[in-house]
């Protein structure tokens, strides 16, 4: 069997950042963790009762959550220093440094493997489906989010992201899962207009920020998936015109919830007490305007 480029491995190991679940610079940041946290939500919902294991664990926080819910978790990384932080700060879970290649467990292993936000990082992606597929059980479930491509990347254009090796639009996700496992459903990670927005502006930014390195023109923004806020917009204008100056922090602290303008801007205690989990929906519709995308596949 083959093993993925030395490079990408080390790369992987030595420098993607950890994931935490207690301090956040910014709105843009919160929602990030929200919606990976989301995502470990829905799996628990498929884990409940079984074994797992969580596949590209980071340091812990949704194998943390897993336990609280599956018979039995093992978390696997690549990453040393994530394993040490999740061993330190989740000590009743088992966690174990995975060198990227065979997984150390024997056939028919585990009911559910779950392995969120890593296929994008996988260039060779035959291996790593295969050896999923080889330690669930018969009848078992593999779950995958990654990234949607149809927000972040022109047609052809490579990862903007430099930890990704190949991102995915709903339709290449799932051939690509069906080539291994017999059913396969992709549904589209979804949020209120506020969270919504707050990502999408961000992948739109860093898009922007690739076409001018690769001297490529700007195209028109992929209309976003909630636009309710439309007629908002001229009349916020048209206030700051009329309206004492005293009034535009008032103005854009309304933006910032109005229209998710503000995403980068400090995470205060109001924001946390306002959004949450519950603030995403998955959805089968519209998958080319999904912030994220869920796969859920199954061997018979």
Known sequence: MKSERPEIIDMQANEHPLEYGDEFMSLEAYCLHLMHRRAYEEAAQIARGLTVLDLGCNNGFGTHHLSSVAASVVGLDVSEAAIADARRRFADCDFRVFAGVNLPFPEAAFDVVVSLQVIEHIADTAVYLGEIKRVLKPSGTAVFTTPNAAIRLDPGMRPWNRFHVREYRAEELRQSLAQVFDSVTVRGLFANEVLYQVEYRRCQASLAAARRALGVSTA?????????????????????????????????????????????????????????????????????????????????
């Open 220 to 300: 028109a923004p992929l209309p976003m998936a909630s636009e309710t806020a439309d007629w908002k917009r001229p009349f916020i204008g048209f206030l700051k015109t009329v309206l004492p100056t005293t009034a535009i922090a008032v103005l854009r602290n309304l933006q910032h919830h109005w229209l998710g303008g503000a995403g980068d801007e400090p995470l205060g205690p109001e924001d946390r007490a306002r959004y949450s989990t519950a603030s995403f929906f998955y959805r089968d519709a519209e998958l080319d305007r999904a912030l994220d995308l869920i796969a859920i596949c199954r061997r018979h």
